[in-house]
């Protein structure tokens, strides 16, 4: 099989990976944030339903959650889902949404209390203060943490193929199994490489984007 061969194929199958990315950050970043407002919530039960939430998500692998998503509704309610694609998506974004979570809360409580009375020595409402004040201030702080984890999700999209997705490796896999080389595994890497390089390159110009502000 020869290199354009191999190279076409994977092409192919990144749009798999590159669909997964792009689906979960946009269903993960909102979804973060109603979790994490759960998580800081003055009420006491829904602030420990949500805590022990992020604690099952974050203490178990991402690998056995979409096991779980894909195959738990038809064993338990004989309703299997049957596009596993979506399958992905919903687990990869549920995960996803809970470490964006305790990046925001993290954000959030690492303000102190005089930039909320900063505010209101301003004649601002709570809606301004968190708007014009708090939030791009959380946002600076937490761009290098939220950089780490959208870099993460690229490398991670790979566990898609525990439920027969056709994604980069398991496609590089299946070449290596039929035409007996080893050498498309290893090709692999530089769409990974590429990848992450671009959002690098966008993280960091961002970063400098945001060098104006010092909180």
Aim: hydrophobic share 55%; aromatic share 14%; with cysteine.
């Amino acid at each position: 099989m020869s290199f354009a061969d191999v190279t076409l194929k994977l092409l192919e199958a990144s749009k798999y990976t590159i669909g997964i990315f792009f689906l979960t950050l946009l269903i993960a970043i909102p979804l973060g944030i109603v979790i994490s407002a759960c998580a800081l919530s003055k009420f006491k039960p829904l602030k420990y339903v949500t805590n022990v939430f992020i604690w099952i998500i974050r203490g178990t692998p991402l690998m056995l959650q979409i096991i779980i998503v894909f195959y738990a509704p038809g064993l338990l309610f004989d309703t299997p889902i049957k596009d596993r694609f979506m399958a992905a998506i919903i687990a990869f974004s549920i995960n996803y949404a809970v470490y964006f979570a305790e990046i925001y809360r993290g954000g959030i409580l690492s303000m102190p209390l005089g930039q909320y009375e900063a505010g209101k020595v301003l004649c601002m409402n709570r809606a301004q203060i968190n708007t014009m004040i708090i939030f791009p201030q959380v946002v600076k702080k937490i761009t290098p943490a939220m950089s780490n984890e959208i870099i993460t999700l690229v490398k991670d999209t790979s566990l898609a193929n525990v439920i027969g997705i056709a994604e980069i490796i398991i496609t590089a896999k299946s070449i290596v199994s039929t035409k007996a080389i080893i050498w498309p595994m290893f090709y692999t890497g530089v769409f990974y490489l590429a990848m992450v390089g671009l959002l690098t390159i966008l993280f960091k110009w961002l970063e400098k984007k945001m060098n104006y502000y010092r909180a």
